[in-house]
């Protein structure tokens, strides 16, 4: 596609269910990024995959998340029995080749009650 | 100590006024340095890499201090357009991670 799409936009929750937020990098971009962004914060890393595989997942903050991206193309970032501290701007983003450049999708703002 | 500081602001300033941000890192081994803006609600958007020779671009100028590990941003013949967040961004290649580090923004308001 011509930008990085994010789904759902918005997503509101209640504490302790399951929740899924998907990305479609742009077409070609080989290397893709989850963050996570509070309110006031800057974006914070969550994990980092190149190709199918992820190359870094030291910014998962616990074993309630996780993320795949089977194809090497979309990536979905799982949450499991979610906490209200999960709320945040959950930003995906990709990159082509061997750049440092990242171009971010929209966002999917996660509300958990 | 966090990896990318900044003053978080806001800067209040009179459209065409000169404003300029200064943000520290804490790796040394850090090789590539970067601006982002960010609107309210919306994504970070890249405004424009940092050299080490320093680089301009129109009225946004960067300069990379490596000695002192800091960056800044000048902007001048500010608009009311540049209201936004500006976020430093930083990639260490010694940890092997080819992520970006983002500092938590400073956020300019431009006056009319």
């Known amino acids: ?113 | 100590r966090k990896e990318v500081e900044q003053d978080p602001g806001p800067f209040n300033v009179p459209e065409g006024a000169t404003v300029a941000f200064n943000c520290t890192y804490s790796n040394s081994a850090s090789q590539s340095f970067f601006w982002y803006r960010q609107d309210c609600r919306k994504e970070p958007k890249l405004l424009m890499s940092v050299y080490s020779s320093g680089n301009e671009d129109g009225r946004f100028t960067a300069q990379l201090n490596r000695a002192s590990q800091y960056i800044s941003l000048l902007i001048r013949d500010s608009k009311l357009s540049d209201s936004a967040t500006y976020l430093c961004v930083v990639n260490a290649m010694d940890t092997g991670r080819r992520a970006l580090t983002f500092g938590s923004g400073t956020r300019l308001q431009v006056q009319p």
Request: include cysteine; aromatic fraction near 10%; charge should be positive.
């Open chain 1, 1 to 113: 596609g011509a930008g990085v799409s994010q789904t759902p936009s918005n997503k509101v929750t209640e504490k302790g269910k399951y929740v899924e937020l998907r990305c479609d990098p742009i077409s070609g971009h080989t290397a893709l990024y989850w963050y996570r962004q509070s309110l006031g914060q800057g974006p914070e890393f969550l994990i980092y995959f190149q190709g199918t595989g992820a190359a870094d997942d030291s910014g998962l903050p616990n074993d309630r998340f996780f993320a795949v991206r089977p194809e090497g193309s979309v990536s979905t970032l799982k949450i499991q029995r979610t906490e209200r501290g999960d709320s945040a701007v959950y930003l995906c983003a990709s990159r082509v080749g061997g750049a440092n450049v990242l171009t971010f999708g929209a966002g999917s703002r996660l509300t958990v009650l």
